[in-house]
């Protein structure tokens, strides 16, 4: 079967066309947008086919491993040692165990409202007990507490070595400011006048910046 999928703009004006083919036999969908062959990834068009055909699994050859695939995360990896850092074998029993008894406990009372507002307090009152004994660190500490779990070094408190002064990368401005025109006015009336060779005026300029030195090459 051939699909036309059409793209429009906010007029509703048709602004590219692309056609699908889904051949059923295989289960196979090309695009002429070819954003699978180029990419690897199907594209919305074989989606919205796919969404239409009642398609309840995307097809094999169409995911290719490992990249996209769940398995792409290693096992070892998913338990909550890993997500709440590094523990004992205890430890990593009680959490599995408060996890397993807050699931069970949301499943018993979510069609209860009462009983579900009543599990909110509770969990709020016990939140505020916890928070007394044990603080809430900033996202600050807690992103620097993350770092020295992760790479198992700790922060020292004096630093030796510290960046190089007085380097400058190209683009990074100037330490100067803009002056404006009433400012630089200001600036002028604190200074002496002096007398310009060219127009033979006193005033704030010399003969490298007299007005009338533009006039005269005019």
């Not at 004992?88 to 069609?111: H, T």
């Not at 599990?119 to 603080?135: A, K």
């Not at 510290?162 to 200001?186: A, D, F, M, Q, Y």
């Amino acid at each position: 079967m051939i699909y036309s999928i059409t793209h429009k703009n906010k007029n509703s004006e048709v602004k590219a066309t692309y056609k699908v083919v889904h051949d059923v036999r295989d289960e196979s969908f090309e695009c002429s947008c070819n954003h699978f062959v180029r990419n690897g990834i199907l594209c919305r068009h074989a989606f919205k086919v796919m969404l239409n055909s009642e398609v309840q699994s995307i097809p094999e050859k169409y995911i290719l491993p490992p990249r996209w695939r769940r398995e792409l995360v290693p096992i070892e990896l998913m338990p909550a040692r890993v997500r709440y850092g590094e523990m004992d074998v205890e430890k990593q029993a009680l959490i599995n165990q408060a996890i397993s008894m807050f699931d069970l406990i949301i499943g018993r009372v979510r069609n209860d409202k009462g009983a579900l507002t009543e599990f909110v307090d509770q969990l709020e009152r016990l939140g505020d007990e916890i928070s007394m004994d044990i603080p809430i660190l900033t996202v600050t500490e807690q992103k620097r507490n993350d770092i020295q779990e992760l790479l198992c070094v700790t922060e020292p408190e004096s630093v030796d070595v510290l960046p190089p002064t007085g380097v400058r990368n190209k683009g990074c401005g100037t330490e100067k400011r803009l002056v404006g025109v009433s400012e630089r006015v200001s600036m002028n009336a604190k200074k002496p006048k002096r007398l310009c060779r060219t127009c033979d005026k006193m005033g704030w300029h010399d003969s490298r910046n007299c007005p009338m030195k533009g006039d005269s090459t005019n």
